[in-house]
């Protein structure tokens, strides 16, 4: 898959993590451990093993209601510069397209609209990104850094702004 990057211009580079990163190095390598386990990311590396540059992006630890800790690759760091930057709003693989998830109102409209007692059932889609590849001619733009090793996605991870329409 294309991650959709259209800019002619490399992506800034950084090797610093967010604070939340840094503050919880267990979370990320949890996630790094994971990931790896799943074929996912590539690393740990010393130096990039690509041919071209490898783009490092930090991460950082945002948590759900329920307090669970998810790492995000922040993609869209830093503004001006970043992969999401290159990436539309508007099209993907040259198509137009609009993607809107659904929120509560669409589920309270589904409920009135069906009735008491109608049955809805929720499925947790966070991992079907983590699912599909990057062309490997994208790699060298989805690195990250943690305790001096180099890693690189080969799935689209979360915060890619093209992963949902991948999806």
């Given at each position: 898959?294309?991650?959709?990057?259209?800019?002619?211009?490399?992506?800034?580079?950084?090797h610093?993590?967010?604070?939340?990163?840094?503050?919880?190095?267990?979370?990320?390598?949890?996630?790094?451990?994971?990931?790896?386990?799943?074929?996912?990311?590539?690393?740990?590396?010393?130096?990039?093993?690509?041919?071209?540059?490898?783009?490092?992006?930090?991460?950082?630890?945002?948590?759900?209601?329920?307090?669970?800790?998810?790492?995000?690759?922040?993609?869209?760091?830093p503004?001006?510069?970043?992969?999401?930057?290159?990436?539309?709003?508007?099209?993907?693989?040259?198509?137009?397209?609009?993607?809107?998830?659904?929120?509560?109102?669409?589920?309270?409209?589904?409920?009135?609209?069906?009735?008491?007692?109608?049955?809805?059932?929720?499925?947790?889609?966070?991992?079907?990104?983590?699912?599909?590849?990057?062309?490997?001619?994208?790699?060298?733009?989805?690195?990250?850094?943690?305790?001096?090793?180099?890693?690189f996605?080969?799935?689209?991870?979360?915060?890619?702004?093209?992963?949902?329409?991948?999806?």
């Amino acid at each position: 898959m294309v991650i959709g990057y259209t800019s002619l211009a490399t992506p800034a580079s950084t090797h610093a993590n967010h604070g939340s990163a840094v503050a919880a190095t267990d979370v990320v390598q949890a996630y790094l451990d994971k990931e790896w386990n799943l074929g996912s990311l590539c690393g740990p590396f010393n130096t990039s093993r690509l041919i071209k540059d490898l783009v490092i992006f930090p991460t950082q630890i945002v948590y759900s209601r329920s307090e669970k800790p998810w790492v995000v690759v922040d993609l869209s760091f830093p503004i001006g510069s970043s992969v999401n930057d290159g990436i539309p709003k508007d099209t993907y693989l040259g198509e137009p397209c609009t993607l809107r998830l659904p929120g509560i109102d669409a589920f309270v409209d589904t409920i009135r609209q069906l009735g008491a007692g109608c049955w809805l059932f929720k499925k947790d889609s966070s991992c079907a990104y983590r699912q599909l590849r990057i062309d490997p001619g994208d790699y060298h733009l989805l690195g990250l850094q943690h305790h001096n090793n180099l890693y690189f996605d080969i799935a689209p991870p979360f915060g890619l702004r093209s992963a949902a329409m991948m999806c």
